[in-house]
Structures are given as C-alpha cells and as structure tokens.
C-alpha cells in the first residue's frame, strides 16, 4: 500500500515516485517542508514548498485511507462475510466516500426493520418475488404468515424493507446516481415564513437555485450559514425535471421493469420507496458533505492565500513609530516605540467625542514626535479611525519628516489580552498594548503577527464556520512558510517568532530567549547548540533560517546552511579572496560556475543557491515599503459619488473579488468582473491584500454598507443602485472576519502601508492661531518658522 500511495501522488503531482519517496522519508524523520524546500533540493529532486504542502496533505489522507481501509477489511473478516470479489473491491477503492458505499451493507448498525424482516424468515419471500415476479405477492406473502408475521400485509411489509435496503446499500448503483445528482442537480434556497426582516442580510438567497457545479464556496457557505441561522430553507433537488431516471436506473440495476406479470406493480413500487426514503436521503447527506468539503477547503485556500500577502507584507523598515489605538469616548491610546520596537512613552488622548480636546491633543503627539524622533505613525483602522486620521494629518503638517499610515488593527484585542502580551509588557495597561502592536505591525508586520492567532488576523471569508483543524493546519503551514522564507534575527526575534522557526518548538524558543538575556547576543550559529535542549536535529532543522548580524561569521548572516559552510570555503579557495570581500561582489560570483564546486554531497541546485546569496546576502523576499493617499473629505459611505475616482488599498481578496478600503470605515468590492478587461479565474491573479490601487465608485448603496467599485476607471456607473449578489453572500463578511471576538474593532483585514503621507511636499502652511497656538507653542512645536 505504502509504494501505492507514493504513485498516487507522484502522479497528482506530475513527479517521479522517487522524488514523492525522498519526500516522505524526510518529513517522516522530523524534516520540516522550508527545511526540505531550502536544503534538500538534491534529495527531492527540487521539490518546492508548495509541492511538498500539497504532498504533505495529501500524503496525510490517503494514509488515513489506508487506515480506514484496514479497519474496513478487519470488520468484514471478523464477521466471516469477506470473500476475494470483496476484498478486490475495496483494495481498489480509491476515496472514501467509495470505501464506505462498499462497506455501508457490512457496517454494524442498529436492528432495521430489514433485519427484523429477516429474522422473522422473509427474506425468501423478498428474493422469490424478485427472481419470479410472476408469482402474485399475496398468494406467496401467505406462506409466511405465522409467528411474529400475523398476515400477509406485514409479510410484504417485511419483504419490501429488505429489499429497500438491498437496493439502498448497492455500492456502484449509489455512487453512479451520486455523481448524476452532482452533475445535474441544484441546491434550492428559499426564505422561512416570517424571516424575511430577521434575515435581511441573505436576502439574495430568499429564492435561488443554482446547479451543485456552478456554486463557489462563498455562496455555499452563506447558504449554509442561512440555514443554521434558521433563515433559509435548503433544498438539494437531483435536477430539475421529474426524477424519473433515476427510479429507472434502479429498476434496471434489479431486473425491475413493469410486464404486465403480477408482482410488477408491487416491485416498482419498492423500488420508488427506495429511492424516495433511502437512496435520495443518503444522497442528499454525500452532496451536502461534499458541497461543504469543497466550499470549505476554497475557503481555507484564500485565508491562506491571504494571509501569506499579509505576513509578508512590506516592513516599513527600523524607524521610530508613534502606534495610535483609535477609540471616542475612551480616548486615542498612544504608544511611542523605538527602531527595535521597544517601547518608549504612552498616553491616553480624548480628541474626539465627547471630550473634544483637539488642540490638547495634538500637542501632546506633537510633544511625543519631536521628544522621541518619530518618523511613522500608524494608525488603527477601527473605531474613530478616520477622524484620529484627520488629527495625524494636521501632526503631519507641523512636524517635519513625519509620515502617517492607517494600518489594520485586525487581532491587535487579542494580542493585548493575550499571556504573552502580559510577559511582554507587563507593566503596560491592556488597553495600551494595542497602540504597542498597532506601531509594531507597521515596523514589521510579520514579526509582530505572528504573535496573534492567524484565524484573528482577519483576511478570510466564513472562517469562523471552517473546521478548526483543517483551518489552523493551514493557516500555521503559512506562517511557518513566510516566517522561514523571511528569516529571523536570533538576537532581536521574540519567543514566537521563533517558535515559528524550522524545528523550533516554543519551549525550545522560551530557551533560546532566556540564553540569550542570561548570555547576551548570540555570536555565531556554532553558538546556538549551548542553548538546553536544542540538539543537533533542532539545529540542523533550524540553523540556515537563523540570521546573526554582525557577528564572528559573515556567512552567519545568510541563509547558507552551515552544514554548506565547506562549499564556500571550495570558493574561496578557488577565487584567491577572503570572505568579506567575496560577499555581495556579484562580479566575481557571476564569473564562477557552479557545476565546479559540487561534490558528492551538495549537488548543483544548493551551490547554485550558495552563489545566489552570496551576491544579496540574508535578502527579505518582501516588497518594498509605500504608501497610498486617501481622498481628503471623503471620509464616510455619504461621502462617497458614483464616478468618483480614488486611491485604496487591497484588504482581502475572496473568490468573487477583492475589497478595497477608500478611507470611509466600510470596504468596497471590486466584483471579479470589474477586475480586468479579461477573464479572471481567480482574482488573486490580479490583485493582493496590501496592493495600492486607484478605483472608480459605481454605485454606493447607504442602507446596505455597500459599495461597488471597479478597477477600469473607464467602467460608467450604476444607475438606479443595486448592488451584487457577491458584495453580501449572506452578510458583510468584514464583520465575519472578528466573529466572536467580543471586540469594538471593526476588523476590516488591511494591510501595512495604507494612508500615506497627506499635504506633504513643499507647500508652505500657516501658522496655527489661537488656542492651538498657545497649546504648540508650549510643546516646543512653535516658534519663528511659523511655515513649519
């Protein structure tokens, strides 16, 4: 089985078995898919990461497969009912839906009154009449009559239910009328009495139908939510037209067929209440399954895809950053963070409702910016989000060299509530570890999320409906793949970033840490094996994606793997140079050829590699730093006029479209057709959380929160309103992002490098006056460059 499951997968893959076998081998030993994907490209035959993901899972169904397969053959055996016919049968089932048809007669299940029936001796009857239906069922049923069968009514009764099941349990029949369901069936919605006010937000499923195969996931799964909210009805019909051919096809799989003789009539009876009460119903279970397996796993796909955007969003790089909390009548929180991220200064600011201190507050920033050298604020993008924008816009304008981003603060509650937080910044109040975070996430926005659980980082549709399991296996193999491809800095990285790390688990992170402040920085890679409990595995797991700047070994710097360290040694050799001066002198790298350094360990894919960082050593794969403008005075959904034309950023992109924050606190969609001026399969193809774009509003709908937008900005727009089904699929899914959270945040899941620097340039400004004027000038912020 084992040599089988390797070909299964090689084949889905479109590899050699050899390379599928290596594969297995390693992630059996402990190895991790970065760690097989950097460093054992001569193993796998260059296997890449998301290769080797796809290999990994599938590798762990078809294992569970087998497993299930075993457990299936045990059970018939023990029941003395397994034959060499059967046995073939199910060693050749290939899913397991296909291994359950199979084992759905032989399953232990509780006394049916097919049973019954053949406890009671009918089991004769229902063959005889099946073999000859020339006998008249009557005259035959009353033969049986006797104990436990008083008449010849209950006997039929008797003989149809086995039959019933006979037909029902048909491993082939049910799957060939599961696979016609499929392909010419539909899922019907319709709204319950009285619900239509209560489920307003699925108004677009109050009467649907649309064929299993066209659905995509989004719509599935806001069907499905519907349903569970007891909002909709839903009806899984096999096709539209009468249903007949598929009584027929288990008719003809029996022998049934209507001759005139005198158990026709009673056969084709049993065989529509087959259909009716088992095959149907059994069917309408395997579609539902199936339909949510599908929706499910599309789902999981984009928060992933998502996710893996976010995380490896663009850092806005080692920069003294004001992070500001929005909030009204609890205040703006504020935090002052170094280039390191270590915190400097906090307050607490009432600008907004119902305080109003506007001028106080602005002063006290403008004190916190020029005290502590910032150069970046980043503010949150929930509550009072725009109107804290409108107060960073005018600290803009009074302190030179001052940029402003509104970033997304999506998971920023639950890292401040979280024990790690509380360890972190343990003399901090909750209410300001956000702030902390929020100027954090925009210094390096991988480095400080993956401190939060991936499913709160809010960049995914329906996922609190998902599987926690299958979501969370996903989402972690995302971070562990950006984290990895990344790097990290041992010295500066916190305990989950490097839990995060290949082979490094978080009790040996909490180690890693405690060594370093009881030791100080770490100096060489050698040094990590002092650190307790990180053995040679761990270190060979994790010791090429572990960077220490600075230190005894310049190759410690990049992601050449110590073990690879002889290679550039060979190369040294070869060039007559010392390390340092070979180091990004691309000149000289260019020149070498690769195939002269490999040996019978390190083949020509890693020296290739080695030669490749040593031109750009320990280079961040992530995009560079920018950010985007939004429109000054539009800053809520009746700002907003069809026609009009602005700048955005990408928050997440969905299987129908992509939703675009414009600065007015509810995110628009660009429908999937609005994308380009030619077909888009999958919109990611086109944009990704964090892109920067210009859009044109089509049409605003206030009562609703939608606006729809479009990428072509020479798209006319909408009259008369409307909207797209897609733009709801059974709520705002920005608020489904932070289901469940508890949590004022609106959860919209943005990107780092939003907002951008307004009014800047070389404008001259005035002066401000009065109160304000007093309040700057107290804070230093004023004087005689009254332009400034």
């Known amino acids: 089985m084992t040599t089988s499951i390797h070909q299964r997968i090689a084949d889905e893959l479109g590899v050699r078995e050899r390379q599928v076998q290596a594969a297995v081998e390693l992630l059996d030993g402990g190895a991790t898919v970065p760690f097989i994907a950097r460093y054992r490209k001569e193993v796998t035959g260059a296997l890449d990461d998301t290769q080797l993901r796809t290999l990994e899972e599938r590798l762990r169904y078809l294992r569970e497969l087998e497993d299930r397969r075993a457990a299936i053959l045990e059970s018939i055996r023990s029941q003395g009912k397994l034959d060499d016919a059967l046995e073939a049968q199910i060693v050749a089932a290939d899913s397991k839906a296909r291994l359950e048809d199979i084992y759905l007669p032989y399953k232990p299940k509780r006394r049916t009154k097919a049973q019954i029936a053949r406890e009671a001796g009918l089991e004769p009857l229902a063959d005889g009449l099946l073999a000859d239906p020339s006998v008249d069922p009557q005259a035959a049923a009353a033969a049986f009559v006797g104990e436990g069968v008083p008449d010849a009514a209950a006997a039929l009764d008797g003989a149809r239910a086995i039959l019933v099941e006979r037909f029902a349990e048909d491993a082939d029949l049910v799957g060939e009328l599961r696979e016609r369901m499929w392909t010419k069936g539909r899922m019907v919605s319709a709204v319950r009495e009285g619900k239509e006010e209560q489920g307003a937000k699925f108004s677009d499923y109050f009467d649907f139908a649309e064929p299993f195969t066209k659905l995509p996931s989004h719509r599935i799964l806001a069907m499905f939510r519907g ?19 598929y009584e027929a096809s288990i008719a003809h799989r029996f022998g049934v067929s209507d001759r005139g003789r005198p158990a026709d009539k009673w056969l084709a009876d049993t065989v529509r209440w087959a259909w009716r009460t088992r095959v149907l119903v059994h069917l309408g279970i395997d579609l539902r399954t199936r339909l949510w397996q599908a929706a499910e796993d599309e789902a999981v796909r984009v928060f992933a895809a998502n996710l893996r955007d976010l995380l490896l969003a663009a850092p806005a790089g080692t920069r003294a950053t004001m992070g500001l909390d929005p909030g009204l009548r609890t205040g703006v929180k504020v935090a002052v963070v170094d280039a390191t991220g270590k915190v400097l200064e906090t307050a607490t600011i009432y600008p907004h409702e119902p305080r109003r201190q506007w001028d106080q507050s602005l002063a006290t920033l403008g004190a916190l910016a020029k005290k502590h050298d910032v150069e970046l604020v980043a503010i949150g993008n929930g509550t009072a989000s725009r109107e804290t924008d409108k107060l960073a816009g005018e600290l803009v304008k009074l302190v030179p060299g001052l940029t402003k981003i509104v970033v997304s603060e999506a998971g920023a509650s639950v890292y401040s509530a979280s024990a790690y937080a509380a360890q972190e910044l343990p003399g901090l109040d909750v209410s300001l570890r956000g702030a902390v975070s929020i100027a954090r996430r925009l210094q390096d926005p991988l480095a400080e999320l993956v401190k939060i659980d991936p499913k709160s980082i809010g960049v995914g549709q329906y996922q609190h409906d998902l599987a926690e399991t299958k979501l969370s296996r996903s989402l972690d193999a995302v971070v562990e793949d950006c984290v990895n491809a990344v790097g990290v800095d041992v010295n500066t990285a916190s305990a989950p970033l490097l839990a995060r790390v290949s082979g490094i688990t978080a009790g040996l992170a909490d180690n890693i840490v405690a060594h370093r402040d009881a030791s100080g920085p770490f100096r060489s890679r050698r040094a990590l094996k002092e650190v307790p409990r990180l053995g040679p595995k761990a270190f060979e797991q994790c010791a090429g994606f572990l960077r220490i700047p600075d230190g005894d070994d310049p190759l410690d710097t990049s992601s050449v793997h110590p073990e690879a360290y002889p290679v550039v040694r060979r190369i040294l050799s ?30 020509l894919p890693t020296v290739t590699d080695i030669l490749s960082e040593l031109e750009k050593p320990g280079r961040d794969p992530r995009p560079a730093f920018k950010t985007a403008a939004f429109k000054e005075g539009v800053e809520k959904i009746s700002d907003l006029e069809p026609g009009m034309v602005l700048e955005g950023v990408v928050t997440n992109v969905a299987a129908f479209g992509a939703f675009v924050d414009v600065g007015v606190h509810q995110d628009g969609l660009v429908h999937v057709s609005a994308l380009s001026h030619t077909f888009v399969r999958d919109p990611r193809e086109v944009v990704r959380p964090g892109d920067i774009v210009r859009v044109k509003v089509l049409d605003v709908d206030i009562p609703r929160k939608r606006i729809s937008l479009t990428l072509r900005l020479e798209d006319e727009p909408a009259r008369g309103g409307g909207g797209r089904r897609d733009q709801a699929d059974g709520g705002r899914r920005g608020g489904d992002r932070q289901q469940g959270q508890g949590d004022r945040r609106q959860g919209r899941g943005g990107q780092q490098g939003r907002g951008g620097q307004q009014g800047r340039g070389d404008r001259r400004r005035e002066a401000p006056g009065g109160a304000m004027a007093d ?14």
């Open 775 to 788: 309040a700057l000038r107290r804070a230093g912020l004023t004087g005689s460059d009254g332009d400034r």
């Open 574 to 603: 070869a060039t007559g140079g010392g390390i340092r001066e070979l180091i990004g002198n691309g000149t000289v790298l260019r020149s070498l050829r690769p195939q002269d350094f490999v040996d019978d360990t390190f083949g």
């Open 227 to 245: 349903e569970k909210e007891e909002i909709l009805t839903l009806t899984l019909e096999p096709e539209p037209e009468p249903t007949g051919s």
